[in-house]
Every structure is written in structure tokens, then in C-alpha cells.
């Protein structure tokens, strides 16, 4: 195959209208995930594409995607769609439905998103005429077909994308019934930033001889991220140092996960109440309530946001100067795609991890999927503890930098103190392996499905 490594976006083949966006946007170098994918995408091609979060995936694929659309002869039909782009979450799906928007400019193109957590009757409405361009997060869209208010007939292009955490987060069973409804002669692109067996599995249901692309070996983080871990002892150190963490110099913009959702609402109010301006944003709050917050957040207006593994998917803030994990992951990959919030489009980012000795066996697996040592933070080395998982208890990795303490942050935590709920979350002792099925569907934060039956009854492309 012919070499993709190209230096800037006219080079790739791309129309005009397209690197008139690009210039608007003051995009004037191609990231190595767009220089090996638009060529493959442009050529028709499926693709496999590894790729962690802020490396320019989403222009990777809309943009050659917008461009066979404005070449292709055909146009939706009534309920119809042209290209679907599948996310995990609203967040995200309304990011990348920005992000295509402003690509497009003034192409003759009908673009739609359509997500949980809002009335659905406007999405049918809106989908009555016909959509180039359909972003959905899967259980929106499911709700959708099984009401015939649209049809898969006239796809030519399906996009899914973080795969990994649509696995996660309990889609894996849509994503088997998608693959059968979907129209055999389609290209597919399937992005993912890790690629656990499962994942392997699927993509091998909806791809035919795809290239496969990559900036980084799959399950790897960020290289401009600086990574730590705090080793504490009890619940209650975790806030003082939290606050500490969030008032040293340099913390202009920070991203805050909690394990639960009650607990991201309990943290930032405990944190606003020491004086530090954050807010949470979490899976119960209404969609324009999410967004308001979100976007709150990127205007600089609140220093810290406080937000769930599901929430977070899709901020795509510039300038996020930390990530902490108040609370270790449930999921190993789901370290990847937090500390992927910082240090995107190739800027510097540092992440830290509060790690309490039960939450070792978590510690442990995330090493050992991304294949590295964590640093450890200055003042909070690793120490023995009866409450650690066997099997964690002698540190495989054990960073520079670590000196003998008490583990005890040094900020007071006054009227504002956390209380922790009592659920703190845990991963599997040793890095155990997942279960070999796939999860169960479980209410996310996309929103019910419905059961009416579908009637079948769809409109062919003429």
C-alpha cells in the first residue's frame, strides 16, 4: 500500500469547501491518525482505526466522509440515511455533530443528532424528511427504528466510534442486532482505543477487509501526559489532598472523577464550599442541564468539573491542565480514555490517581494493560497494608519520586469535608480478567429503549 504520511490537508485529497473549513478553524497540520485514515476512508475502504481520545479522530473520519456524500449521485430518501455515525454517549454525539457542521459549511447537506434523555417526537419529525449525516448514541436510535421513524436502506457509510466504551457501557447486544439490520454493500469505519477481545470480536461483524490504522499501540496513553499515583490510606485523605492538587499554581482548568454519580455532586459541593468553583455533571441531570454545565466548563467560567466516566465522554475542552482520579475506574480501559481528556492536540497534561490500598488490584491491571510503570507522587509512596488484594501486595511497579510519609494531604479540609457514601468503587483483584460475555444492557445515561415491534415497512433507494 502506497505511503499515507502526508504533510498537510490539500495533499490529502480533499475538496475545497473542506480546507476552506479547515483554514477557518486554523487546522494547518494533519495529526498522524488524520494522515493515515482520510486517504483510506476517500478510496472507499473500511477501516480499523486505534486511536486514543485527542488525536483528531473525529476529523479523520467526517471529513473524507463529507466528501464521498458530495460526490455520491444519491440523496435520503423519506426517513432515510446516508451516513451514521454511532457514539456512547450525548455528550459526544453532539460534539462530533458540531465538529461536521462546521466541516461542511455550505455543502447541500442535512445533518442530525439524536439522543437519550430529550423528548424524542422532535428526532422523529426531523428525521421524516431524510439526513446525510445521522450522529445517534444506540439506544436513541433503536427507539427510532422500532418506531419506523427511520431506515437503514439508503446507508452507504457507518461510523462507530470509541467502540470500547460502547462495550462498557452495557451496548454490546444493539451493536449484534445493528450489525444484521445494516445493508451488506456499506463501508464501515470502526475506531476504538483499546481493542479487548470482545471489541476484536465485533468489529469483525461489521468490517470486510478493512486497513488498519494506528497512532499508538492499542490500550496506550497519551505520551504528553504525565502520570502519578498518590497511595493513601483512608477515604477522608483523599479530599485534603484533592484540594491541595486543585490550588497549586499552574491549575488553571481541571477534570475531577468521581465513581458514582452521587458521589460527583456530593464532591463538588463539598469543593465549592472550599472555596474552589466546580460543578458536577453526571448521568441524573437533564441534557440541557449537562450541556449548560459542559459548556460553562469550556468557556473557562468554573475551574473544575466533577464528572462520571459516562458523563465525560465527549468533552473535547482544550486545556484541561490536570485530570484526578478522585476514584480509581471500574473499567481498566476507562484510565485510558480519562486521562485522554488532558494533553490533547499534542499539548502537555498531567494526571493524577488517588489510590487507597483496596483499589490496588485496579492499580495493578492498569500497569499492566498499558504496559508501564505509574510515577509515584512525592510525599505518598506505597506501603504495606493488610487491605490490599493478595496478589497487589508486592508492587510490580513502583515509580521515582516516592518518599517516606504519612500519605496525609496537607490541605484542611474544613466545613466543606466529602462524605464518602460507603461505595467506593473497586476493580478486580490482580487485574483479573473480564468475564468472557459481554455485559448486560443496563439503563446508561443514552436513555430506555422502547419495545413497540418494528413493522418493517421501509422505503427502498431508487
Not at 105 to 112: K, V
Not at 172 to 193: K, M, V, Y
Not at 275 to 285: F, K, L, R, V
Request: glycine share 8%; with cysteine.
Amino acid at each position: 500500500m502506497k505511503d499515507h504520511r502526508l504533510t498537510d490537508f490539500a495533499e490529502l485529497g480533499l475538496i475545497k469547501p473542506l480546507l476552506n473549513a479547515l483554514d477557518a478553524k486554523q487546522y494547518t497540520k494533519p495529526t498522524p491518525i488524520q494522515e493515515q485514515a482520510i486517504p483510506v476512508v476517500l478510496e472507499g475502504k473500511d477501516l480499523l482505526g486505534l486511536a486514543q481520545t485527542g488525536t483528531g479522530k473525529t476529523a479523520a473520519f467526517s471529513l473524507p466522509l463529507i466528501q464521498r456524500l458530495n460526490e455520491s449521485r444519491y440523496r435520503a430518501s423519506p426517513r432515510g440515511v446516508r451516513a451514521l455515525i454511532l457514539s456512547p454517549t450525548r455528550e459526544l454525539s453532539d460534539q462530533i455533530h458540531s465538529n461536521i457542521k462546521a466541516y461542511s459549511g455550505r455543502l447541500p447537506m442535512h445533518f442530525g443528532c439524536v439522543v437519550g434523555g430529550v423528548p424524542i417526537g422532535p428526532q422523529v419529525k426531523a428525521c421524516q424528511r431524510g439526513i446525510d449525516i445521522l450522529v445517534a448514541t444506540p439506544g436513541r436510535l433503536m427507539d427510532l427504528y422500532r418506531r419506523n421513524a427511520v431506515h437503514f436502506d439508503d446507508l452507504e457509510i457507518f461510523v462507530l466510534d470509541e467502540a470500547d466504551q460502547m462495550l462498557d457501557l452495557g451496548f454490546f447486544e444493539i451493536l449484534q442486532e445493528l450489525a444484521d439490520l445494516l445493508p451488506p454493500e456499506r463501508q464501515t469505519l470502526f475506531f476504538s482505543a483499546t481493542m479487548p477481545k470482545p471489541i476484536a470480536a465485533l468489529s469483525k461483524r461489521f468490517l470486510r477487509n478493512p486497513v488498519e490504522v494506528k497512532v499508538a499501540p492499542a490500550a496506550t496513553t497519551v505520551e504528553t501526559v504525565t502520570q502519578k499515583i498518590a497511595h493513601l490510606k483512608e477515604e477522608k485523605q483523599k479530599q485534603p489532598l484533592l484540594i491541595e492538587l486543585l490550588n497549586e499554581e499552574g491549575v488553571e482548568s481541571a477534570l475531577v472523577f468521581a465513581g458514582t454519580r452521587e458521589r460527583t455532586a456530593q464532591l463538588a459541593g463539598a469543593l465549592a464550599a472550599q472555596g474552589i468553583d466546580a460543578q458536577a455533571i453526571h448521568g441524573d441531570m437533564d441534557q440541557a442541564e449537562r450541556q449548560k454545565t459542559l459548556d460553562l466548563f469550556k468557556r473557562k467560567r468554573i475551574k473544575v468539573l466533577v464528572a462520571t466516566d459516562v458523563a465525560a465522554r465527549g468533552i473535547d475542552v482544550t486545556g484541561i491542565s490536570r485530570v484526578i482520579n478522585f476514584d480509581m475506574p471500574n473499567v481498566t480501559e476507562n484510565y485510558v480514555h480519562r486521562i485522554g481528556r488532558t494533553a490533547r492536540a499534542g499539548r502537555d497534561g498531567e494526571a493524577i490517581s488517588l489510590c487507597l490500598p483496596e483499589e490496588r488490584g485496579m492499580l495493578r491491571a492498569i500497569e499492566n494493560l498499558t504496559r508501564q510503570k505509574i510515577e509515584v507522587l512525592e510525599g505518598y509512596p506505597w506501603f504495606k497494608s493488610d487491605s490490599e488484594p493478595k496478589s497487589a501486595r508486592t508492587p510490580k511497579f513502583q515509580g521515582k519520586g516516592g518518599k517516606k510519609g504519612s500519605g496525609q494531604g496537607k490541605a484542611k479540609s474544613g466545613s466543606g469535608q466529602f462524605k464518602p457514601t460507603g461505595n467506593k468503587p473497586s476493580g478486580p483483584k490482580g487485574g483479573a480478567k473480564k468475564p468472557s460475555q459481554p455485559p448486560r444492557r443496563s439503563r446508561g445515561n443514552d436513555g430506555q429503549a422502547q419495545s413497540a415491534p418494528s413493522t418493517g415497512a421501509y422505503l427502498k433507494r431508487k
